[in-house]
């Protein structure tokens, strides 16, 4: 079974690379399953309704979220009624929406998704890896192929959770700090892993957005708007190829796109 995971797609650029080149990618890759991180999409702080159905339509069957899932308020009445948009799982209860999507994939096997947020450096939410444990357990038994977003500023926190989740899930992707880490690796009791899938989006930036203010922030330490950057559009993905049957991966391989 071959999945695609697209990294968090920054604004109208990361918007742009999904929809002009994602459909081709999919059928050109034989693609039975795409998801992709969207909490980035909206000028690159929240995702909308409007944009959640763009990335769904441009073929992925599940978006992910993490700390900017929220910033757009009129997320809040449309999560309960898109089970394919899901936020990580460890935010209080009564949170809008839910933390895993189970679906069936186009060659008909049966998948998870599941999005978790670290606590360090980041808001101090539930234990992430107490509510893996749970969330797993109240998934499907025939649910052998199951995808986490561990979306997470820590490396260390990544790393911690892939080996926890080792065996137990088909792979544990790392997302939040845009920037592709070169450790992709099957764990040694076949989970995949990746400390971070990257950024679509404008590379030519400071993860994402124009350098100059940021740049300038690190200098003086004054407020500044932060603004989606423009230039070399690029589509950081991983593909995995997972067992069907065990659930477990055979391959993760970093994919990179360009917008000609």
């Not at 959640?52 to 441009?58: C, H, P, T």
């Not at 978790?116 to 969330?135: K, V, Y």
Request: charged letters at 25%.
């Amino acid at each position: 079974m071959k999945i695609l995971f697209i990294g968090d797609i920054v604004g109208s650029p990361g918007r742009k690379i999904v929809h002009d080149r994602l459909a081709d990618i999919i059928t050109q890759r034989g693609i039975d399953l795409c998801i992709a991180n969207g909490e980035n999409s909206a000028s690159g702080f929240g995702i909308t309704p409007r944009l959640a159905e763009e990335i769904f339509a441009a073929g992925a069957e599940v978006i992910t979220g993490g700390n900017h899932s929220w910033d757009r308020k009129e997320i809040f009445d449309f999560l309960p009624h898109e089970p394919r948009l899901i936020r990580p799982a460890n935010f209080p209860e009564g949170t809008p929406g839910k933390g895993h999507y189970v679906g069936q994939a186009k060659n008909g096997v049966a998948y998870a998704v599941l999005n978790l947020q670290g606590r360090t450096f980041m808001a101090p939410l539930e234990d992430p890896f107490r509510t893996a444990a749970r969330e797993l357990a109240a998934l499907p038994s025939d649910v052998k192929v199951i995808v986490v977003d561990m979306h997470a500023e820590a490396t260390s926190e990544k790393q911690s959770m892939g080996w926890f989740l080792d065996g137990r899930v088909s792979a544990v992707l790392g997302t939040h700090t845009h920037v592709t880490t070169a450790d992709n690796r099957v764990l040694p009791k076949g989970t995949a892993y990746i400390t971070d899938v990257g950024m679509t989006g404008p590379h030519d930036s400071v993860i994402g957005m124009e350098k100059e203010p940021i740049v300038q922030r690190f200098l003086d330490s004054m407020p500044k708007k932060f603004v989606v950057a423009e230039n070399d559009i690029q589509m950081n993905t991983v593909q995995l190829d997972v067992d069907e049957t065990t659930g477990l991966a055979r391959s993760i391989d970093r994919v990179n796109f360009r917008l000609d």
